[in-house]
């Protein structure tokens, strides 16, 4: 049954993967479990618990991020339009929402 809220799929780019998902946090995480979390040197029991960070594999990110918040990485600033860039020149970073770039900017650029 559609439930009103269709979203637009788009491509995966986690190495080059090519699938085509929808943006919805559940959705994408269940891509990333189905098709690329065995590449990351972390057993799926341990996910939600690592403090070990792993390098987004997106194509040009190397986010460095807990395996838990890879999907809404993925999810918030790869496929969702909604996402901000740091405003900071020379600052490539690209976060999710306003409250996680009031937080990049006061951690990583303090000065400004």
């Given at each position: 049954?559609?439930?009103?809220?269709?979203?637009?799929?788009?491509?995966?780019?986690?190495?080059?993967?090519?699938?085509?998902?929808?943006?919805?946090?559940k959705?994408v995480?269940?891509?990333?479990r189905?098709?690329?979390?065995?590449?990351?040197?972390?057993?799926?029991?341990?996910?939600?618990?690592?403090?070990?960070?792993?390098?987004?594999?997106w194509?040009?990110?190397?986010?460095?991020?807990?395996?838990?918040?890879?999907?809404?990485?993925?999810?918030?600033?790869?496929?969702?339009?909604?996402?901000?860039?740091?405003?900071?020149?020379?600052?490539?970073?690209a976060?999710?929402?306003?409250?996680?770039?009031?937080?990049?900017?006061?951690q990583?650029?303090?000065?400004?």
């Amino acid at each position: 049954m559609p439930s009103g809220l269709e979203t637009a799929l788009h491509t995966c780019k986690w190495q080059g993967c090519g699938l085509r998902i929808d943006a919805t946090p559940k959705s994408v995480k269940t891509h990333m479990r189905e098709h690329h979390f065995a590449d990351i040197p972390i057993p799926i029991q341990e996910w939600e618990t690592s403090k070990v960070r792993v390098a987004c594999q997106w194509a040009e990110c190397k986010a460095l991020l807990y395996a838990r918040s890879i999907p809404k990485h993925v999810t918030g600033v790869h496929l969702s339009s909604s996402a901000v860039r740091c405003p900071v020149e020379g600052c490539d970073e690209a976060l999710s929402r306003g409250d996680a770039l009031k937080r990049h900017v006061k951690q990583k650029h303090p000065e400004k």
